[in-house]
Nanobody, 123 residues
Framework: QVQLEEQGGGLVQPGDSLKLSCTIS????????MGWFRQVPGKEREFVAR????????WYSDSVRGRFTMTGSSDKHKVFLQMNMLEPEDTAVYYC????????????????WGQGTQVTVSS
């Protein structure tokens, strides 16, 4: 059974940086495609970044490309989301997700989800 746990959310000011981590239990991203999504109350869950199985190739949404970077630990038990130049529009609950198939920007394609971590960007 795969379990995901996010850490690292918090309250920051516009322009600040924050790094989220997602700990993977039960398997590693060697055999799982990983994704980061975010959700604001009343809105659809939004794709942020994704990572192919085994790491390497990554894709980002247009709204975060150039500011956010997704990486993975060498032991393949964690993925990270480095968020730079944060904007108030980045405020959301951020979720880590994993799936057994190819990586995807489509949330419902994912099989496993963390509980989410709140990121608030405000002056």
């Amino acid at each position: 059974q795969v379990q995901l746990e996010e850490q690292g959310g918090g309250l920051v000011q516009p322009g600040d940086s924050l790094k989220l981590s997602c700990t993977i239990s039960g398997r590693t991203f060697e055999t799982l495609a990983m994704g980061w999504f975010r959700q604001v109350p009343g809105k659809e869950r939004e794709f942020v970044a994704r990572y192919r199985r085994g790491g390497g190739s990554r894709w980002y949404s247009d709204s975060v490309r150039g500011r956010f970077t997704m990486t993975g630990s060498s032991d393949k038990h964690k993925v990270f989301l480095q968020m730079n130049m944060l904007e108030p529009e980045d405020t959301a609950v951020y979720y880590c997700a994993a799936r057994d198939g190819p990586s995807s920007a489509y949330g419902p394609a994912y099989d496993y989800w963390g509980q989410g971590t709140q990121v608030t960007v405000s002056s």
